[in-house]
């Protein structure tokens, strides 16, 4: 029986960097689609994303990030290695942030194995197109978010 697997991608396509996690889902959905796999736009995310990853084996969540990296670098790790500073910090612009979707898919006991591809911002002011060393690195980005997703298709996962 093979892994049901979701690509999703997270942020508001009108706060400039902060669409890049759909961005790169529509890059990946138009060069790297991989047959089997749920390619997911979530926007600015909401509660039913919390419902929609009860139905999966594994996600990957695409997402920009604010953490103090160099603008446009990956950062691809489990949920679960998420780490907070400031408990009241934010990490995303959404209405369900990183640390929410974190406690949510704990409380809840949801099994799917969760992985985030971050993506550092800059800029999160008002507009549509990507800043700079973003636009500049997003075919890399999106290559980069593509052979991880194969090692993801590739990891044994236990039967439920």
């Known amino acids: 029986m093979s892994k049901k697997i979701a690509v999703i991608g997270l942020g508001n396509s009108l706060r400039r960097d ?3 996690g759909v961005i790169i889902l ?6 790297y689609k991989r047959p089997g796999i749920d390619y997911l736009n979530f926007g600015i995310s909401s509660f039913d994303l919390i419902h929609r990853l009860q139905d999966y084996d594994a996600a990957l969540l695409i997402d920009g990030i604010a953490s103090g990296l160099a603008a446009g670098e990956l950062k691809i ?3 679960e290695q998420v780490s907070f500073v400031k408990e009241d910090g934010v990490i995303s612009s959404h209405e369900l942030n990183l640390k929410d979707i974190f406690r949510l898919t704990c409380d809840l006991g949801i099994k799917a194995k969760i992985y985030v591809a971050g993506i550092q911002i800059q800029d999160v002011g008002f507009g549509e197109s990507l800043s700079e060393p973003l ?6 980005l ?8 194969g090692t993801i298709c590739a990891t044994p996962y236990p039967e439920k």
Do not use: P, Y
């Open 142 to 149: 999106t290559k980069q978010i593509d052979k991880f997703i």
């Open 18 to 20: 902060d669409g890049i």
């Open 77 to 79: 790790f489990s949920l």
């Open 26 to 31: 529509e890059s990946l959905l138009n060069n």
């Open 135 to 140: 636009r500049v690195k997003l075919q890399e």
